[in-house]
């Protein structure tokens, strides 16, 4: 399974970006989708992520600035990120924990994309 991410880029702060990530490859079905961000010199950590059903859950410091959404039918995740701040700049990952009919890959076993480049001046 290959999940190919994109949307980053360069924009002041309060700005918005809106990242995707659409995954392909040999998957019988995908549980939950997340995205992920990290600095230089710290771990990666988790930003928000969504269930199979819609359920989303957000890390604290970008609740009511970004929405995370799927669709399933596109295999796709979203990250719409509104009032961004410099300390939002990161490179950002997408994750799906999937089925591929055979084995379930979850966590740091899922699937992860490439990595896109945010960048938020101030």
């Known amino acids: 399974v290959q999940l190919q991410a994109s949307g980053g880029g360069l924009v002041q702060a309060g700005g918005s970006l809106r990242l995707s990530c659409a995954a392909s490859?040999?998957?019988?079905?995908?549980?939950?989708m997340g995205w992920y961000r990290q600095t230089p010199g710290k771990q990666r950590e988790l930003v928000a992520d969504?269930?199979?059903?819609?359920?989303?859950n957000y890390e604290d410091s970008v609740k009511g600035r970004f929405t995370i959404s799927r669709d399933n039918a596109k295999n796709t995740v979203y990250l719409q990120m509104n009032s961004l701040k410099p300390e939002d700049t990161a490179v950002y990952f997408c994750?799906?924990?999937?089925?591929?009919?055979?084995?379930?890959?979850?966590?740091?076993?899922?699937?992860w994309g490439q990595g896109t480049q945010v960048t938020v001046s101030s």
């Open positions: 969504i269930t199979s059903a819609g359920t989303a």
């Open positions: 490859g040999s998957i019988a079905r995908i549980n939950a």
């Open positions: 994750n799906a924990d999937y089925y591929d009919g055979d084995t379930y890959y979850g966590g740091i076993f899922g699937a």
